[in-house]
């Protein structure tokens, strides 16, 4: 193997710079050349595509959002489309690809391994929802980036004696909800994997004011509903002045923390070293800090489970 590729695809995630840096950095460590495949799948049908060298990479660990952009790219939902992308490959003599993304774009890669053509996954999305690896590149910088918008919430839910209901992204994952609601001492937390009562939820706040409470902080997935929405059936349920915040894109940009380059800075080597062994079809990730790597389709059949145990300590926590 002499050349491969790399793209990022779908939402973009804090981190995905220092994945790319680290693919780049470390294939050139061994003699691979690499190319830049700019805008995702789009980018990739339409050819988009340009060689990366060393000082390409050079300073991007520390900043959001990605260097070769992303896109959403609904043609590369048809087989044409996946045909056409091999092709523009085949006519760069890129021999392998590694794709940095979520859950969508490892389907994507999925796709391109059924048609024969080497592909290994590295997950990059803030919503810590991909199976086959304990976290994901950006979670940890925007789980950092809501705790510090909730604090600062808190200062005024606290001087009003408010309570505040606030949105955070995850339409089929919790985990940022749950994380930042354990870690702000959220007093309820709703999160797309549980059922929610809203009957308890109005009681439990009911029994927090009775007994002196300043202020409630209500942590809410986007995918349960709208805050909006929940934000008012609380106001009109038990008179409390309530509020609702949605973070929105905020969550999705600036610097990585320290955790996330790291963790793209292993992963996306580790990526590398899996061509180099002569794999394809893996996704890699870490477990119990250990890195690992899974089939792309056996990972995705597993499904995303939030953390039971912590999910049960945030109620015992917030009695
Ligand atoms: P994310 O990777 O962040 O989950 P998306 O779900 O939007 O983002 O997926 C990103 C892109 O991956 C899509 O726009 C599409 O090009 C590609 N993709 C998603 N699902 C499939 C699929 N089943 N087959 C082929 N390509 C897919």
Redesign the pocket.
């Known amino acids: 193997m002499k050349r491969i590729g790399v793209l990022t695809?779908?939402?973009?995630?804090p981190g995905m710079n220092a994945a790319i840096r680290a693919v780049v950095r470390k294939a050139i460590y061994h003699d691979l050349e690499v190319y830049g495949i700019y805008y995702?799948?789009?980018g990739l049908i339409n050819g988009d595509i340009k060689k990366l060298e060393l000082g390409s990479v050079g300073d991007i660990i520390h900043r959001g959002g990605t260097m070769l952009y992303?896109?959403?790219?609904?043609?590369?939902?048809?087989i044409e489309?996946?045909k056409k992308g091999i092709e523009q490959l085949k006519k760069f003599g890129i021999e392998a690809l590694v794709v940095i993304?979520?859950?969508?774009?490892?389907?994507?890669?999925?796709?391109l391994v059924e048609h024969g053509y080497p592909t290994i996954g590295v997950p990059?999305?803030i919503?810590n929802?991909i199976p086959g690896s304990d976290f994901t590149i950006g979670f940890d910088t925007a789980l950092n980036t809501v705790i510090d918008a909730v604090d600062k919430i808190r200062d005024t839910a606290t001087s009003h004696e408010r309570t505040y209901v606030i949105e955070v992204m995850g339409r089929h994952a919790g985990d940022l909800a749950l994380w930042s609601g354990l870690a702000d001492g959220a007093e309820t937390i709703m999160i797309p994997e549980v059922e929610d009562n809203m009957d308890d939820i109005i009681k439990r706040l009911k029994r927090g004011h009775d007994r002196g409470k300043k202020h409630s902080i209500i942590m809410v997935a986007e995918g349960v509903g709208s805050g909006v929405d929940i934000g008012k059936e609380i106001q009109s349920k038990t008179d409390l002045e309530t509020r609702v915040t949605v973070l929105g894109h905020i969550q999705r940009g600036g610097s990585p923390t320290a955790q996330d380059r790291v963790l793209a800075s292993r992963l996306g080597a580790k990526a590398v070293e899996l061509l180099l062994e002569g794999q394809e079809g893996k996704m890699v990730g870490i477990e119990n800090n250990k890195l690992v790597s899974h089939n792309i389709d056996e990972a995705l059949a597993r499904g995303h489970k939030i953390d039971e145990e912590m999910y049960r300590l945030s109620k015992e926590l917030s009695i």
């Not at 695809?9 to 995630?13: I, Q, V």
């Not at 993304?101 to 796709?111: I, L, T």
């Open positions: 695809s779908g939402g973009d995630s995702g799948y789009a992303t896109a959403r790219c609904e043609e590369f939902k048809t489309g996946q993304g979520g859950d969508g774009s490892f389907r994507g890669a999925e796709k990059g999305t919503d929802d």
